[in-house]
DNA sequence: GAGTTTGAAACT
DNA sequence: CAGTTTCAAACTC
Protein backbone atom coordinates (compact mmCIF):
# COMPACT_ATOMS: atom_id res chain seq x y z
CA UNK A 1 0.00 0.00 0.00
CA UNK A 2 1.85 3.22 -0.77
CA UNK A 3 1.39 6.25 1.52
CA UNK A 4 -1.30 7.63 -0.93
CA UNK A 5 -3.11 5.26 -0.10
CA UNK A 6 -2.27 5.88 3.66
CA UNK A 7 -3.77 9.25 3.33
CA UNK A 8 -6.80 8.63 1.73
CA UNK A 9 -8.56 6.23 3.12
CA UNK A 10 -11.69 5.18 2.64
CA UNK A 11 -12.90 3.37 4.98
CA UNK A 12 -12.70 2.14 8.01
CA UNK A 13 -13.14 -1.46 9.00
CA UNK A 14 -12.44 -3.69 11.97
CA UNK A 15 -9.67 -1.21 13.11
CA UNK A 16 -8.39 -1.33 9.45
CA UNK A 17 -8.51 1.08 6.84
CA UNK A 18 -9.61 0.59 3.60
CA UNK A 19 -7.73 2.45 1.22
CA UNK A 20 -8.51 4.14 -1.99
CA UNK A 21 -7.43 2.04 -5.02
CA UNK A 22 -5.67 4.86 -6.80
CA UNK A 23 -2.11 5.42 -6.10
CA UNK A 24 1.07 6.63 -7.60
CA UNK A 25 2.75 3.13 -7.66
CA UNK A 26 -0.59 0.78 -9.15
CA UNK A 27 -0.01 -0.94 -12.00
CA UNK A 28 -2.71 0.50 -13.67
CA UNK A 29 -1.74 3.24 -13.34
CA UNK A 30 1.36 2.73 -15.66
CA UNK A 31 -0.49 -0.06 -17.38
CA UNK A 32 -0.28 1.94 -20.43
CA UNK A 33 3.38 2.08 -20.60
CA UNK A 34 4.42 -0.84 -20.39
CA UNK A 35 5.61 -1.41 -24.02
CA UNK A 36 6.82 -4.89 -25.05
CA UNK A 37 10.72 -3.90 -24.22
CA UNK A 38 12.43 -5.62 -27.24
CA UNK A 39 15.98 -4.77 -28.12
CA UNK A 40 16.58 -6.64 -31.69
CA UNK A 41 19.76 -7.35 -31.63
CA UNK A 42 19.95 -9.05 -35.13
CA UNK A 43 18.48 -5.66 -36.40
CA UNK A 44 20.98 -4.10 -38.70
CA UNK A 45 20.16 -0.58 -38.01
CA UNK A 46 22.70 2.48 -38.26
CA UNK A 47 26.09 1.93 -36.71
CA UNK A 48 25.83 4.45 -33.80
CA UNK A 49 29.34 4.13 -32.77
CA UNK A 50 31.74 6.20 -33.89
CA UNK A 51 35.01 5.31 -33.95
CA UNK A 52 37.81 7.08 -35.00
CA UNK A 53 40.56 6.13 -37.49
CA UNK A 54 43.13 4.35 -35.77
CA UNK A 55 40.13 2.74 -33.83
CA UNK A 56 41.73 2.72 -30.80
CA UNK A 57 38.91 5.13 -28.76
CA UNK A 58 35.48 5.33 -30.06
CA UNK A 59 32.29 6.66 -27.93
CA UNK A 60 29.26 5.39 -27.51
CA UNK A 61 26.87 8.40 -28.71
CA UNK A 62 23.58 8.04 -26.18
CA UNK A 63 25.21 6.06 -24.28
CA UNK A 64 27.73 7.60 -22.06
CA UNK A 65 28.29 10.24 -23.93
CA UNK A 66 31.97 11.80 -23.91
CA UNK A 67 31.25 15.12 -22.25
CA UNK A 68 33.58 17.44 -21.94
CA UNK A 69 32.22 19.38 -19.00
CA UNK A 70 32.14 15.72 -17.31
CA UNK A 71 28.58 15.92 -17.48
CA UNK A 72 25.61 14.42 -19.40
CA UNK A 73 23.13 15.66 -21.57
CA UNK A 74 20.73 13.24 -21.43
CA UNK A 75 19.51 11.77 -18.42
CA UNK A 76 19.40 13.74 -15.14
CA UNK A 77 18.79 16.40 -16.27
CA UNK A 78 15.77 16.11 -16.87
CA UNK A 79 12.47 18.34 -16.13
CA UNK A 80 14.50 20.33 -13.84
CA UNK A 81 15.99 17.35 -11.76
CA UNK A 82 19.10 17.50 -10.39
CA UNK A 83 22.03 16.55 -12.55
CA UNK A 84 23.88 13.09 -12.34
CA UNK A 85 27.29 13.62 -12.50
CA UNK A 86 29.35 11.58 -14.68
CA UNK A 87 32.76 11.89 -15.15
CA UNK A 88 34.34 11.42 -18.55
CA UNK A 89 34.49 7.97 -19.61
CA UNK A 90 35.58 6.53 -22.71
CA UNK A 91 36.06 3.24 -24.29
CA UNK A 92 39.58 2.54 -25.75
CA UNK A 93 39.25 -0.35 -28.02
CA UNK A 94 41.69 -2.40 -29.86
CA UNK A 95 41.40 -2.84 -33.68
CA UNK A 96 39.71 -6.21 -34.26
CA UNK A 97 41.83 -8.01 -35.57
CA UNK A 98 45.19 -6.73 -33.29
CA UNK A 99 46.69 -9.16 -30.77
CA UNK A 100 44.08 -9.11 -28.13
CA UNK A 101 45.64 -7.79 -24.79
CA UNK A 102 45.01 -9.58 -21.34
CA UNK A 103 42.83 -8.47 -18.53
CA UNK A 104 42.55 -9.95 -15.53
CA UNK A 105 39.35 -9.35 -13.00
CA UNK A 106 37.90 -11.24 -10.40
CA UNK A 107 34.00 -11.15 -11.13
CA UNK A 108 31.45 -12.15 -8.71
CA UNK A 109 31.51 -15.91 -7.62
CA UNK A 110 28.16 -16.77 -8.14
CA UNK A 111 25.06 -16.50 -9.59
CA UNK A 112 23.16 -13.87 -7.70
CA UNK A 113 19.63 -13.96 -9.14
CA UNK A 114 17.30 -16.68 -9.26
CA UNK A 115 14.17 -16.17 -11.42
CA UNK A 116 11.16 -18.05 -11.57
CA UNK A 117 8.63 -18.97 -13.20
CA UNK A 118 6.10 -16.19 -12.69
CA UNK A 119 8.18 -13.65 -12.70
CA UNK A 120 6.74 -10.80 -15.07
CA UNK A 121 9.66 -10.78 -16.70
CA UNK A 122 11.78 -13.23 -18.72
CA UNK A 123 15.02 -12.81 -20.66
CA UNK A 124 15.42 -14.56 -23.39
CA UNK A 125 19.39 -14.47 -24.07
CA UNK A 126 21.44 -17.43 -25.98
CA UNK A 127 25.01 -16.86 -25.70
CA UNK A 128 27.19 -16.56 -28.52
CA UNK A 129 30.49 -17.08 -29.00
CA UNK A 130 32.64 -14.58 -30.51
CA UNK A 131 34.00 -14.78 -33.77
CA UNK A 132 37.44 -15.23 -32.32
CA UNK A 133 36.44 -18.24 -31.42
CA UNK A 134 37.72 -17.29 -27.78
CA UNK A 135 36.03 -19.78 -25.06
CA UNK A 136 34.13 -16.62 -24.04
CA UNK A 137 30.13 -17.61 -25.28
CA UNK A 138 29.90 -14.10 -23.80
CA UNK A 139 27.07 -11.72 -25.01
CA UNK A 140 23.87 -13.37 -25.93
CA UNK A 141 22.88 -11.90 -29.18
CA UNK A 142 19.96 -11.33 -28.79
CA UNK A 143 17.76 -10.48 -25.52
CA UNK A 144 14.30 -9.38 -25.20
CA UNK A 145 11.61 -9.18 -22.58
CA UNK A 146 8.86 -12.17 -23.44
CA UNK A 147 6.13 -9.43 -22.35
CA UNK A 148 5.55 -6.09 -21.38
CA UNK A 149 6.89 -4.57 -18.14
CA UNK A 150 5.31 -4.96 -15.57
CA UNK A 151 5.62 -1.44 -14.27
CA UNK A 152 4.50 -2.66 -10.47
CA UNK A 153 7.03 -5.13 -10.42
CA UNK A 154 8.14 -6.58 -7.36
CA UNK A 155 11.44 -5.11 -5.49
CA UNK A 156 14.53 -6.73 -6.85
CA UNK A 157 13.09 -8.41 -10.06
CA UNK A 158 14.58 -8.47 -13.02
CA UNK A 159 14.23 -5.44 -15.05
CA UNK A 160 16.79 -5.06 -17.61
CA UNK A 161 19.27 -6.60 -20.13
CA UNK A 162 21.11 -9.73 -18.91
CA UNK A 163 24.40 -10.24 -20.87
CA UNK A 164 26.37 -13.22 -20.40
CA UNK A 165 30.26 -13.48 -19.13
CA UNK A 166 31.24 -16.99 -19.74
CA UNK A 167 33.58 -18.15 -17.78
CA UNK A 168 36.14 -20.52 -19.34
CA UNK A 169 34.87 -23.71 -19.09
CA UNK A 170 38.54 -25.44 -19.35
CA UNK A 171 39.27 -23.41 -16.23
CA UNK A 172 41.09 -26.71 -13.98
CA UNK A 173 41.28 -24.19 -11.36
CA UNK A 174 37.36 -24.39 -11.18
CA UNK A 175 36.40 -26.40 -7.94
CA UNK A 176 35.26 -29.86 -7.99
CA UNK A 177 31.82 -29.06 -6.59
CA UNK A 178 31.32 -26.79 -9.79
CA UNK A 179 29.87 -29.49 -11.74
CA UNK A 180 27.20 -30.22 -8.92
CA UNK A 181 26.64 -26.69 -8.52
CA UNK A 182 26.05 -25.67 -12.16
CA UNK A 183 23.77 -28.71 -12.27
CA UNK A 184 22.02 -27.50 -9.25
CA UNK A 185 21.51 -23.82 -10.74
CA UNK A 186 20.31 -25.17 -13.76
CA UNK A 187 17.82 -27.19 -12.19
CA UNK A 188 17.10 -23.77 -10.88
CA UNK A 189 16.42 -22.14 -14.11
CA UNK A 190 13.09 -22.94 -15.64
CA UNK A 191 13.20 -23.25 -19.23
CA UNK A 192 13.13 -20.73 -21.81
CA UNK A 193 15.15 -18.50 -19.44
CA UNK A 194 18.93 -17.14 -19.51
CA UNK A 195 21.65 -19.48 -18.10
CA UNK A 196 22.02 -17.41 -14.64
CA UNK A 197 24.94 -19.65 -13.73
CA UNK A 198 26.58 -17.84 -16.91
CA UNK A 199 25.11 -14.89 -16.76
CA UNK A 200 25.46 -11.42 -16.04
CA UNK A 201 22.36 -9.36 -15.28
CA UNK A 202 21.48 -6.18 -14.96
CA UNK A 203 18.91 -5.87 -13.03
CA UNK A 204 17.05 -2.93 -10.42
CA UNK A 205 17.23 -3.31 -7.19
CA UNK A 206 15.04 -2.07 -4.67
CA UNK A 207 16.88 1.40 -4.25
CA UNK A 208 16.68 2.08 -7.72
CA UNK A 209 19.82 1.38 -9.28
CA UNK A 210 21.06 -0.47 -12.14
CA UNK A 211 22.99 -3.75 -10.59
CA UNK A 212 24.92 -5.67 -12.76
CA UNK A 213 25.42 -8.87 -11.30
CA UNK A 214 27.31 -11.69 -12.80
CA UNK A 215 27.74 -15.59 -11.83
CA UNK A 216 30.98 -17.36 -11.71
CA UNK A 217 32.75 -19.67 -9.20
CA UNK A 218 34.99 -17.98 -6.86
CA UNK A 219 38.01 -16.43 -7.39
CA UNK A 220 37.59 -17.27 -10.90
CA UNK A 221 39.91 -15.04 -12.99
CA UNK A 222 38.11 -13.93 -16.23
CA UNK A 223 40.48 -13.38 -19.15
CA UNK A 224 39.20 -11.34 -21.69
CA UNK A 225 39.83 -11.51 -25.46
CA UNK A 226 37.45 -9.52 -26.06
CA UNK A 227 37.74 -8.15 -29.72
CA UNK A 228 37.38 -4.59 -28.40
CA UNK A 229 38.69 -4.85 -24.96
CA UNK A 230 39.07 -2.30 -22.41
CA UNK A 231 42.75 -0.53 -22.21
CA UNK A 232 41.54 2.66 -20.44
CA UNK A 233 41.40 1.68 -16.95
CA UNK A 234 40.89 4.40 -14.08
CA UNK A 235 43.00 4.44 -11.20
CA UNK A 236 41.06 3.51 -8.38
CA UNK A 237 39.50 0.34 -8.15
CA UNK A 238 39.53 -3.10 -10.25
CA UNK A 239 35.75 -2.86 -9.88
CA UNK A 240 35.84 -0.23 -12.67
CA UNK A 241 38.21 -2.48 -14.90
CA UNK A 242 35.14 -5.22 -14.15
CA UNK A 243 32.50 -2.72 -14.98
CA UNK A 244 34.23 -1.63 -17.99
CA UNK A 245 35.34 -5.47 -19.29
CA UNK A 246 31.43 -6.03 -18.81
CA UNK A 247 30.09 -3.25 -19.93
CA UNK A 248 31.40 -3.59 -23.09
CA UNK A 249 30.61 -7.29 -23.30
CA UNK A 250 27.17 -6.01 -22.50
CA UNK A 251 26.78 -3.22 -24.91
CA UNK A 252 28.03 -5.84 -27.89
CA UNK A 253 24.33 -7.30 -27.59
CA UNK A 254 24.50 -7.36 -31.79
CA UNK A 255 25.06 -10.85 -32.90
CA UNK A 256 27.76 -9.41 -34.90
CA UNK A 257 30.33 -8.01 -32.88
CA UNK A 258 31.68 -6.44 -35.61
CA UNK A 259 29.23 -3.92 -35.69
CA UNK A 260 30.12 -2.34 -32.36
CA UNK A 261 26.69 -1.27 -31.74
CA UNK A 262 25.48 -0.32 -28.39
CA UNK A 263 22.01 -0.67 -27.65
CA UNK A 264 20.73 2.17 -26.63
CA UNK A 265 19.18 1.21 -23.48
CA UNK A 266 22.02 0.82 -21.30
CA UNK A 267 21.64 4.95 -21.36
CA UNK A 268 21.04 3.80 -18.11
CA UNK A 269 24.24 3.02 -17.11
CA UNK A 270 26.42 5.45 -14.71
CA UNK A 271 29.58 4.41 -14.47
CA UNK A 272 30.55 6.84 -12.20
CA UNK A 273 28.50 6.13 -10.04
CA UNK A 274 29.08 2.96 -9.74
CA UNK A 275 29.62 1.53 -5.90
CA UNK A 276 30.40 -2.21 -4.53
CA UNK A 277 30.19 -3.89 -2.20
CA UNK A 278 33.62 -4.70 -0.65
CA UNK A 279 36.48 -2.54 -0.61
CA UNK A 280 39.52 -2.59 -3.22
CA UNK A 281 42.35 -5.02 -2.40
CA UNK A 282 39.88 -7.09 -0.59
CA UNK A 283 40.89 -10.63 -2.84
CA UNK A 284 37.81 -11.49 -3.04
CA UNK A 285 35.37 -8.54 -3.99
CA UNK A 286 32.80 -10.47 -5.71
CA UNK A 287 32.88 -13.36 -3.25
CA UNK A 288 29.31 -13.74 -2.74
CA UNK A 289 26.88 -16.30 -3.59
CA UNK A 290 23.71 -16.42 -5.15
CA UNK A 291 21.02 -14.87 -3.51
CA UNK A 292 17.62 -13.79 -3.75
CA UNK A 293 15.98 -10.40 -3.17
CA UNK A 294 14.30 -8.73 -0.08
CA UNK A 295 13.12 -5.65 1.07
CA UNK A 296 14.94 -5.42 4.08
CA UNK A 297 18.50 -5.10 5.18
CA UNK A 298 21.05 -7.36 2.78
CA UNK A 299 20.93 -6.72 -0.81
CA UNK A 300 22.68 -8.94 -3.39
CA UNK A 301 26.02 -7.88 -3.64
CA UNK A 302 26.46 -6.22 -6.69
CA UNK A 303 29.31 -6.26 -8.93
CA UNK A 304 28.52 -3.28 -10.25
CA UNK A 305 26.09 -1.03 -8.79
CA UNK A 306 24.80 2.27 -10.89
CA UNK A 307 22.28 4.18 -9.58
CA UNK A 308 19.43 5.74 -10.98
CA UNK A 309 19.22 8.18 -8.38
CA UNK A 310 21.97 10.82 -7.66
CA UNK A 311 24.28 10.32 -5.13
CA UNK A 312 22.38 11.26 -1.69
CA UNK A 313 18.86 11.04 -2.64
CA UNK A 314 17.08 8.34 -1.52
CA UNK A 315 13.61 6.74 -3.35
CA UNK A 316 12.60 6.62 0.01
CA UNK A 317 12.12 3.23 0.45
CA UNK A 318 15.31 2.04 1.99
CA UNK A 319 17.77 3.58 3.81
CA UNK A 320 21.20 3.40 3.35
CA UNK A 321 22.02 1.93 6.65
CA UNK A 322 19.75 -0.85 6.25
CA UNK A 323 21.41 -2.47 3.17
CA UNK A 324 24.73 -1.88 4.33
CA UNK A 325 25.37 -5.39 4.84
CA UNK A 326 27.44 -4.80 8.22
CA UNK A 327 24.24 -4.00 9.81
CA UNK A 328 22.27 -7.17 9.08
CA UNK A 329 21.58 -8.62 12.50
CA UNK A 330 22.65 -12.13 12.97
CA UNK A 331 20.72 -14.80 13.24
CA UNK A 332 20.32 -17.63 16.14
CA UNK A 333 19.20 -20.30 14.38
CA UNK A 334 19.89 -23.74 16.03
CA UNK A 335 17.96 -26.16 14.30
CA UNK A 336 17.01 -25.04 10.77
CA UNK A 337 20.24 -25.16 9.60
CA UNK A 338 19.69 -21.47 8.64
CA UNK A 339 18.11 -22.93 5.13
CA UNK A 340 14.63 -22.45 6.12
CA UNK A 341 13.00 -19.41 5.58
CA UNK A 342 12.86 -18.65 9.40
CA UNK A 343 15.94 -17.82 9.15
CA UNK A 344 16.67 -14.03 8.27
CA UNK A 345 19.30 -14.97 7.13
CA UNK A 346 18.05 -17.40 4.29
CA UNK A 347 14.98 -15.22 3.79
CA UNK A 348 16.92 -12.43 2.88
CA UNK A 349 19.35 -13.89 0.32
CA UNK A 350 22.05 -13.35 2.29
CA UNK A 351 24.65 -15.87 3.63
CA UNK A 352 24.93 -16.15 7.32
CA UNK A 353 28.49 -14.46 8.56
CA UNK A 354 29.21 -13.15 11.91
CA UNK A 355 26.13 -14.88 13.19
CA UNK A 356 25.39 -16.93 16.49
CA UNK A 357 24.09 -19.75 14.54
CA UNK A 358 24.17 -23.96 15.18
CA UNK A 359 25.14 -26.41 12.00
CA UNK A 360 24.82 -23.78 10.02
CA UNK A 361 24.76 -24.52 6.28
CA UNK A 362 24.30 -21.09 4.52
CA UNK A 363 27.45 -20.51 4.16
CA UNK A 364 29.59 -20.86 1.22
CA UNK A 365 30.78 -23.65 2.73
CA UNK A 366 27.67 -25.55 1.29
CA UNK A 367 26.63 -24.12 -1.61
CA UNK A 368 24.97 -27.18 -2.81
CA UNK A 369 23.08 -27.03 0.32
CA UNK A 370 22.06 -23.95 -0.32
CA UNK A 371 21.23 -23.98 -3.74
CA UNK A 372 19.07 -27.04 -3.15
CA UNK A 373 17.22 -25.20 -0.26
CA UNK A 374 16.55 -22.46 -2.65
CA UNK A 375 15.05 -24.20 -4.95
CA UNK A 376 12.86 -26.04 -2.53
CA UNK A 377 11.75 -22.82 -1.39
CA UNK A 378 10.74 -21.56 -4.85
CA UNK A 379 9.28 -24.40 -5.81
CA UNK A 380 7.28 -24.76 -3.20
CA UNK A 381 6.36 -21.12 -2.97
CA UNK A 382 7.92 -18.54 -5.85
CA UNK A 383 7.17 -15.77 -4.47
CA UNK A 384 9.40 -17.01 -1.23
CA UNK A 385 11.63 -14.85 -2.08
CA UNK A 386 9.99 -11.82 -2.85
CA UNK A 387 9.82 -9.00 -0.47
CA UNK A 388 6.69 -9.81 1.90
CA UNK A 389 5.42 -6.77 3.42
CA UNK A 390 3.96 -4.87 1.64
CA UNK A 391 2.79 -7.48 -0.44
CA UNK A 392 1.47 -9.98 1.64
CA UNK A 393 0.39 -8.51 4.80
CA UNK A 394 0.83 -9.51 8.04
CA UNK A 395 -1.53 -11.76 10.52
CA UNK A 396 -1.34 -11.03 13.99
CA UNK A 397 -3.77 -11.66 16.39
CA UNK A 398 -2.54 -10.05 19.66
CA UNK A 399 -0.23 -7.99 18.80
CA UNK A 400 -2.34 -5.25 17.62
CA UNK A 401 0.59 -5.06 15.15
CA UNK A 402 1.74 -2.30 17.54
CA UNK A 403 5.02 -4.76 18.21
CA UNK A 404 7.64 -6.06 16.04
CA UNK A 405 5.86 -9.40 16.30
CA UNK A 406 4.23 -7.36 13.81
CA UNK A 407 6.37 -7.36 10.20
CA UNK A 408 4.33 -4.47 8.73
CA UNK A 409 5.07 -2.70 12.24
CA UNK A 410 8.69 -3.83 12.40
CA UNK A 411 8.99 -2.62 8.50
CA UNK A 412 7.54 1.15 9.75
CA UNK A 413 4.79 0.58 7.57
CA UNK A 414 1.00 1.08 8.80
CA UNK A 415 -1.16 -2.40 7.69
CA UNK A 416 -3.30 -2.83 4.71
CA UNK A 417 -5.84 -4.28 3.00
CA UNK A 418 -3.56 -6.78 2.33
CA UNK A 419 -3.30 -7.69 5.75
CA UNK A 420 -5.23 -10.14 7.73
CA UNK A 421 -4.46 -8.94 11.19
CA UNK A 422 -6.98 -9.03 14.05
CA UNK A 423 -7.73 -5.97 16.27
CA UNK A 424 -4.97 -4.13 14.59
CA UNK A 425 -3.84 -0.72 15.82
CA UNK A 426 -1.26 0.24 13.41
CA UNK A 427 -2.64 2.57 10.82
CA UNK A 428 -2.77 6.01 10.59
CA UNK A 429 -4.83 7.73 13.08
CA UNK A 430 -4.61 4.92 15.94
CA UNK A 431 -4.83 6.38 18.94
CA UNK A 432 -2.34 3.52 20.20
CA UNK A 433 0.08 3.87 17.41
CA UNK A 434 0.30 7.30 18.16
CA UNK A 435 0.72 6.80 21.93
CA UNK A 436 3.28 4.43 21.08
CA UNK A 437 5.50 6.55 19.12
CA UNK A 438 4.88 9.96 21.39
CA UNK A 439 6.63 7.62 24.25
CA UNK A 440 9.02 6.25 21.81
CA UNK A 441 11.21 9.15 20.17
CA UNK A 442 13.28 6.63 18.28
CA UNK A 443 10.51 5.49 16.24
CA UNK A 444 8.77 8.66 15.91
CA UNK A 445 12.07 9.47 13.87
CA UNK A 446 11.48 6.61 11.48
CA UNK A 447 7.60 6.45 11.30
CA UNK A 448 7.11 10.34 10.80
CA UNK A 449 9.14 9.87 7.67
CA UNK A 450 6.07 8.23 6.18
CA UNK A 451 4.31 11.55 6.29
CA UNK A 452 7.01 13.36 3.83
CA UNK A 453 5.13 14.35 0.71
CA UNK A 454 8.19 12.39 -1.05
CA UNK A 455 7.46 8.90 0.54
CA UNK A 456 4.88 8.59 -2.30
CA UNK A 457 7.67 8.36 -4.28
CA UNK A 458 8.13 4.79 -3.94
CA UNK A 459 10.58 1.97 -5.03
CA UNK A 460 6.88 0.99 -7.52
CA UNK A 461 6.83 4.60 -8.71
CA UNK A 462 10.51 4.83 -9.74
CA UNK A 463 10.89 1.59 -11.14
CA UNK A 464 8.02 2.16 -12.92
CA UNK A 465 9.47 5.52 -14.18
CA UNK A 466 12.44 3.54 -14.96
CA UNK A 467 10.53 1.20 -16.76
CA UNK A 468 9.20 4.16 -19.24
CA UNK A 469 12.53 5.55 -19.44
CA UNK A 470 14.26 2.82 -20.88
CA UNK A 471 11.16 1.69 -22.81
CA UNK A 472 11.29 4.79 -24.47
CA UNK A 473 15.15 4.17 -24.98
CA UNK A 474 14.94 0.99 -26.75
CA UNK A 475 12.00 1.95 -28.37
CA UNK A 476 14.39 5.06 -30.11
CA UNK A 477 17.00 2.31 -30.83
CA UNK A 478 15.31 0.25 -32.51
CA UNK A 479 13.95 2.85 -34.76
CA UNK A 480 17.26 4.28 -35.40
CA UNK A 481 16.38 7.89 -33.26
CA UNK A 482 19.18 10.37 -33.23
CA UNK A 483 20.61 11.07 -30.31
CA UNK A 484 18.95 14.23 -29.89
CA UNK A 485 15.61 12.54 -30.74
CA UNK A 486 16.13 10.00 -28.33
CA UNK A 487 16.57 12.26 -25.74
CA UNK A 488 13.75 14.21 -26.25
CA UNK A 489 11.25 10.87 -26.53
CA UNK A 490 12.67 9.92 -23.13
CA UNK A 491 13.01 13.46 -21.85
CA UNK A 492 9.16 14.13 -22.72
CA UNK A 493 8.27 10.65 -21.13
CA UNK A 494 9.89 11.45 -17.74
CA UNK A 495 7.91 14.54 -18.00
CA UNK A 496 4.59 12.82 -17.91
CA UNK A 497 5.52 10.32 -15.40
CA UNK A 498 6.53 13.07 -13.06
CA UNK A 499 3.46 14.93 -14.11
CA UNK A 500 1.64 11.53 -13.44
CA UNK A 501 3.22 11.24 -9.93
CA UNK A 502 2.11 15.32 -9.15
CA UNK A 503 -0.95 14.68 -10.05
CA UNK A 504 -1.12 11.67 -7.85
CA UNK A 505 0.12 13.95 -5.15
CA UNK A 506 -2.05 16.69 -5.34
C1' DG B 1 20.36 -14.81 30.47
C1' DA B 2 16.31 -17.62 30.97
C1' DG B 3 11.74 -18.06 30.09
C1' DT B 4 7.60 -16.52 27.60
C1' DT B 5 5.08 -14.72 23.78
C1' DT B 6 4.32 -14.17 19.13
C1' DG B 7 3.51 -14.99 14.32
C1' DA B 8 5.59 -16.79 10.10
C1' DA B 9 7.04 -20.97 8.03
C1' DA B 10 6.57 -25.64 7.58
C1' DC B 11 4.04 -29.57 7.83
C1' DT B 12 -0.07 -32.69 7.78
C1' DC C 1 -7.37 -24.74 2.51
C1' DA C 2 -7.39 -25.31 7.41
C1' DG C 3 -5.37 -26.89 11.48
C1' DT C 4 -1.19 -28.06 13.84
C1' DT C 5 3.64 -28.00 14.73
C1' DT C 6 8.10 -25.99 14.40
C1' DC C 7 10.97 -22.32 14.57
C1' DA C 8 13.38 -18.12 15.73
C1' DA C 9 12.75 -13.40 16.89
C1' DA C 10 10.78 -10.24 20.09
C1' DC C 11 9.75 -9.44 24.45
C1' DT C 12 9.58 -9.72 29.67
C1' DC C 13 11.47 -10.44 33.94
Redesign the pocket.
Known amino acids: MSRLEEQNPKTQENGKLQLSETTANSPEKYADVGHPRTLDSNSDSADHTDFTADHTNFTVPGVIPHCSDGGWPGYGRAAGSSRMDFTNYQFVMQPHDAQPSLHQCQIASHGDVLLHQSSPLHFISPCLSFPNNSHFSSLGGHWSFKGPVHCSMYSGEIVDAGQSICPDTSDDNRPETNGQQQEALTELMPQNQMDISQSVMCIRNVRGEMVLMNNCSPGRVLQSHLPGHLDYIPEDTSYDISFKENLVQTSSLRKDSQSNQVPLSLLAIQPDQLTSSEPPGSGHMFNHIPRPFSLYQQYPKPVYSMRLVPEGQSTGVVSESQCDSKSK??????????L??????F?NGDVCSNCN?INCFNNTEHELERYKAIKF?ID??PE?FRP?VGN?G????????L?????CF?AKIMCSSTCK?VGCRNYKDSPERRNLLLHSPDKIATHEKEKCPLSCITLGVVEATCGCLLAQAEKAEKEDYTLVQAEKIILEEFGQCLTSIFESIC
Do not use: W
Open positions: KPCNCTKSQCKLYCDCACCRKAKKCNCKRSACKNYCEEC
